[in-house]
């Protein structure tokens, strides 16, 4: 089984600052890793995700998490936000095995509010 | 290409109704799940299907049954409402079975059970 911690469940920063998106997790096996946005009354967009290979993965708008293994974090980023980026922004697992089905584990969510 | 439909996006029940949150869609996906969103607690997986004629259960199943007699609708039907059951479900859908794909999310169902 895995699990998903996003320790913030708030971030508050100013428009053209950077931000950081903290996620950890835990896993018995090998994972793939996935960050998704969510905007006021949508549904989940993808962001970026791992799978394997370079340990940094550019996303879309702006967006790159780094792979940690030995910390077990994937680390969402972006140098400079804009006020279209608040929103609320999930980290979720799923496991390598074949045949396992695409079951995702979620962190509990991170809401990113970019104030001017 | 509509991708993931969800109907409806608002319904309000009273406890011990029954219904049904539809799920359809279009891409040809063989996986399809549901999960329901609560304040504080993330997505959490409900039922899934890695193809037509196979479900299986997530993380919290109870008071849910699903069936999956095509490809392209996954249906989820609350026997007995209950107030725990107030939440916005998300169905999604993705392409193969190996969990390297990402998931593809309908814009939510929000339900009140009153």
């Known amino acids: 089984a895995q699990s998903v911690t996003q320790l913030d469940s708030q971030v508050p920063v100013f428009e053209e600052a950077p931000v950081e998106l903290r996620c950890n997790y835990s896993?018995?096996?090998?994972?793939?890793l996935f960050w998704y946005v969510q905007y006021p009354n949508q549904g989940l967009q993808l962001l970026l995700k791992?799978?394997?290979?370079?340990?940094l993965v550019k996303g879309i708008n702006g967006f790159e998490a780094e792979f940690n293994k030995s910390q077990t974090s994937f680390h969402l980023r972006k140098p400079s936000v804009h006020i279209s980026d608040t929103a609320e922004y999930f980290c979720?697992?799923?496991?390598?095995?074949?045949?396992?089905?695409?079951?995702?584990?979620f962190g509990t969510g991170t809401q990113l509010k970019v104030e001017l | 290409n509509a991708g993931v439909t969800q109907t409806p996006k608002f319904q309000v029940l009273k406890t011990g109704q029954s219904m049904t949150l539809q799920c359809a869609q279009d891409m040809n996906h063989e996986y399809m799940s549901w999960y329901r969103q609560d304040p504080g607690m993330g997505l959490r997986l409900i039922h899934y299907s890695v193809g037509a004629g196979i479900t299986d259960q997530g993380e919290v199943p109870n008071g849910y049954n699903v069936s999956r007699s095509t490809t392209e609708d996954f249906p989820l039907r609350l026997l007995s409402a209950a107030p725990s059951q107030t939440s916005v479900y998300f169905c999604?859908?993705?392409?193969?079975?190996?969990?390297?794909?990402?998931?593809?999310f309908g814009d939510g169902t929000r339900l009140s059970i009153l």
């Open positions: 791992y799978l394997s290979g370079s340990t």
């Open positions: 896993s018995s096996v090998s994972v793939y």
């Open positions: 999604a859908s993705s392409y193969g079975r190996g969990g390297r794909q990402p998931q593809h």
């Open positions: 979720a697992v799923s496991d390598t095995i074949t045949g396992g089905g695409n079951k995702l584990t």
